[in-house]
């Protein structure tokens, strides 16, 4: 097998008093990589199939586009300027991000070829492919396996759940349910070298806080490795927009939903990378809620609070200590 762009480090995992309180995508990488690594968005002009059948309540593809992507360009045009826009020197090497609408509902023989493609660079250290559970043809996690086992790279299969609650999954018109997510898992599972992920939502209207909990207990159970958080936004032209303005909706200010993380955040286990607490959207587009306030200034906001708590990621939780990286491997 060739070796890694770059060569992964041995992940022991340290005494409890000596790890970060949260686990982030970029602690993650330090440890793996020994260095900060960068995403670049790309896109394979696939349309999400849920778009045929009304679309999710509160997407807009347009509010999440980052502006540095351009879907008329090909994969190497996409890729060039997402090192130049996105990376901008902060970043030797990167992971192919495609997160832009169901990759995955291209055929695998179309599809294989152009992760292929991408996996050459020599500055990719591998892939992230964020999709539906129900986008996952039996014969895809095998030719993923197969890529990235053979170019000594990696692959994160992220799966858009949002909800265990049917009546959520319902109300957001999601077209799938909770054992649709479970039955893409154990698909994945079945290979090696694959890593799954999953998005949550949190907020959707009609869920309690007992009910957003019990969504984190249970994902948190499953063998996954990276976790998404997003707090419900309101994008204009939605759906969720129409509920919005007949006072249908209500969506979380933002010391409410620090004080929900913090109870949250000591109910994931420690082994899952957290590779957004937040969502983000443009703010042209984006309704409510409006924090007036940048990621950055949230993560010390949250890291401050954590501290002056006592609260860690995964105290509720984890079990003996030095077994979370065991669990995280057997993932």
């Known amino acids: 097998m060739p070796a890694a762009a770059v060569e992964v480090k041995d992940r ?3 005494l409890i008093a000596d790890r970060p309180r949260i686990r982030t995508f970029s602690i993650d990488c330090r440890e793996r990589y020994g260095q900060a690594i960068g995403k670049i968005p790309l896109d394979l002009g696939r349309p999400c199939p849920n778009r045929s059948r009304g679309g999710c309540l509160f997407c807009r593809p347009a509010s999440f586009t980052p502006l540095s992507l351009r879907p008329s360009d090909s994969l190497d045009q996409q890729i060039r300027r997402g090192k130049r826009l996105l990376l901008k020197g902060r970043f030797r090497h990167y992971l192919a991000y495609f997160q832009q609408e169901t990759p995955t509902t291209l055929a695998t023989s179309q599809l294989s070829p152009k992760l ?3 996996l050459a660079d020599p500055d990719c250290l591998g892939l992230i492919l964020s999709t539906r559970p129900d986008a996952i043809a039996a014969d895809l996690p095998a030719a993923l396996a197969r890529l990235v086992r053979d170019c000594g790279k990696t692959c994160l299969v992220e799966l858009g759940l949002q909800s265990i609650h049917a009546q959520s999954l319902a109300l957001l018109n999601r077209n799938h349910s909770f054992a649709d997510f479970l039955a893409a898992v154990a698909k994945l599972r079945a290979v090696a070298n694959l890593e799954i992920g999953a998005h949550l939502m949190l907020g959707i209207p009609g869920e309690t806080e007992a009910d957003m909990l019990a969504t984190i207990r249970t994902v948190g159970a499953l063998p996954i490795q990276a976790l998404k958080l997003h707090h419900l936004q309101v994008i204009a032209g939605t ?13 979380f200010d933002r010391d409410d939903y620090l004080e929900l993380l913090l109870g949250l955040l000591p109910r994931i286990p420690s082994r899952i990378t957290l590779h957004r607490l937040w969502a983000t959207a443009h ?7 409006q924090w007036h306030c940048l990621a950055a200034e949230l993560s010390r906001q949250l890291a401050q609070m954590m501290e002056e708590r006592g609260i860690r990621q995964g105290q509720a939780v984890d079990g003996r200590a030095g077994s979370t990286e065991e669990t995280r491997q057997q993932g």
């Open 283 to 289: 703010p042209d587009l984006l309704v409510a809620p």
């Open 239 to 251: 759906p969720l927009h129409d509920l919005y303005r007949q006072g249908q909706v209500s969506v």
């Open 116 to 118: 292929a493609q991408v």
């Open 12 to 14: 022991s995992t340290p």
